[in-house]
């Protein structure tokens, strides 16, 4: 079972919301303490609330892979796809 709050998130200008019926407050993205501008801090703001569904993405990706039976997943290289890099994303942003 996941840890984090289920998606999909949205963003309101600075704050990343859930939209996932309770609309609670995720993150609220700070452009005037660091000097960044708002169009970075909105940028930020948009990444943090694709979280979910890119997370979602390679774990499906991560599976494919995995299943598949393709002749060029038996190649080291399994077709220029990085099944290890993959992984090691997904439990960094799980762990």
Known sequence: MSKHTKGPWAINEFLVYAENGNGCTLATINSTSKG???EEAQANARLIAAAPEM???????AKRITN????W????N?????LEAIEALLNKATS
Request: glycine share 8%; proline share 4%.
């Open 78 to 82: 399994r077709g220029g796809f990085d």
């Open 73 to 76: 997943m038996d190649d080291p």
């Open 36 to 38: 960044i501008s708002d």
């Open 68 to 71: 598949s039976e393709e002749w």
């Open 55 to 61: 997370k979602n993405m390679l774990e499906d990706m």
